[in-house]
Every structure is written in structure tokens, then in C-alpha cells.
């Protein structure tokens, strides 16, 4: 059973790891897809709709906030300070509590950030570790009992042989007893 369980975890880890990869990898691509695209996020898409687009000019004062969605100006102005002064192009951040993804470019204007909300990701990723520890777990138990039925039904051919045995000796011993006692 430690075996089962060890490449359960394996495989399920793996599964988990591939998918959160994935899921990074297509957040930078919708991430570089909004920098390079359109100027507004696009309502119908669930990434663009939870998108941010900021311009920043040259002293890094905010330029323009594109967004369907309502923030408070103070925590993106943290935000946009963070972004600011991280070294990377591409990170996550916090804002209000909900996760991010952000993609920083320079241009001739000043700086321009791209934020997508990570939430949906991961949910997924929350999802999907459930299902596997309830299917995981399910898995183990009906294959903890089909071991033991298995087991049971294989041993029950040599019990019968060894309890024969002990009547043969037992037979056995009893008829050698009896003319040596006369």
C-alpha cells in the first residue's frame, strides 16, 4: 500500500506541477498578448475582462488606468510602486486580496504594466488538488480492500494445506503411540 501511495503522489504531483505550469505559462502569453493588442481589455474574454492596463510617463507618474474594474487608487498606486522597483518583467502582486500576474515594458512614452487577475487560475489549481486527494484517497481504500480480499483467497489454499498436514501428523503420531504403548 506505501507503494501505491508513493506513485499515486507521483503521478499526481506530477499531473499538479505540469497544469500549474501550464497555467503560468498562459497567463504570461495572455499577459504579452494584452501589452502587444488592443488598447482596452476585451469584456468577452474572462482574462481580458479581470485585466489592468497602466501608463505610466517618463517620471513614472500614472499616464492612464485602463480597467472594467473598480480598485481603490491607493492600493494600485502600492502596487504600481512594487512593480516599479521590481527588477523582473514579469511577477505577481497582490492587490485587495486578490492575486495578480503583471507584465512591465518600456516604451517610448514611459512604462506600461499589464495586470491579470490570477484568481480563476487558481481556483482551478485549488480544484483540481481536491479532486485528486478525494480520488487519491477513494483509490487507495478500494484498493486496500481488494489486497485483503486477494490475500485472504490466496492464503486459504495454503491454510487448508497446512491444516491437513497438522491432521497427518497428528493421525500419524496417534497410530505410532498406540503399538509402541502396547
Not at 506513485?7 to 504531483?13: K, S, T
Not at 481603490?72 to 523582473?88: G, P, R
Not at 505410532?176 to 502396547?182: A, D
Request: proline share 3%; glycine share 4%.
Amino acid at each position: 500500500m506505501s507503494l501505491l501511495t508513493v506513485v499515486f503522489v507521483l503521478i499526481f504531483g506530477t499531473i499538479y506541477i505540469s497544469t500549474a505550469i501550464s497555467m503560468e505559462r498562459d497567463l504570461k502569453h495572455e499577459l504579452m498578448y494584452t501589452m502587444s493588442g488592443p488598447k482596452k481589455p476585451m469584456i468577452n474574454s474572462p482574462m481580458m475582462a479581470s485585466s489592468i492596463i497602466i501608463e505610466l510617463d517618463s517620471d513614472n507618474n500614472i499616464a492612464q488606468v485602463l480597467t472594467y474594474m473598480e480598485l481603490n487608487k491607493e492600493a494600485l498606486q502600492e502596487t504600481i510602486y512594487e512593480i516599479v522597483n521590481s527588477e523582473s518583467q514579469f511577477g505577481k502582486v497582490k492587490i485587495e486580496g486578490s492575486r495578480y500576474g503583471y507584465l512591465k515594458e518600456y516604451t517610448a512614452k514611459g512604462l506600461k504594466i499589464v495586470l491579470m487577475s490570477r484568481e480563476q487560475q487558481l481556483d482551478v489549481l485549488t480544484n483540481l488538488l481536491k479532486v485528486f486527494l478525494a480520488m487519491g484517497s477513494i483509490s487507495l481504500i478500494l484498493l486496500l480492500f481488494i489486497s485483503i480480499y486477494l490475500t485472504n483467497r490466496t492464503i486459504k489454499p495454503i491454510k487448508e494445506s497446512f491444516e491437513k498436514q497438522k491432521q497427518f501428523i497428528a493421525n500419524a503420531s496417534h497410530e505410532l503411540k498406540t503399538p509402541l504403548t502396547i
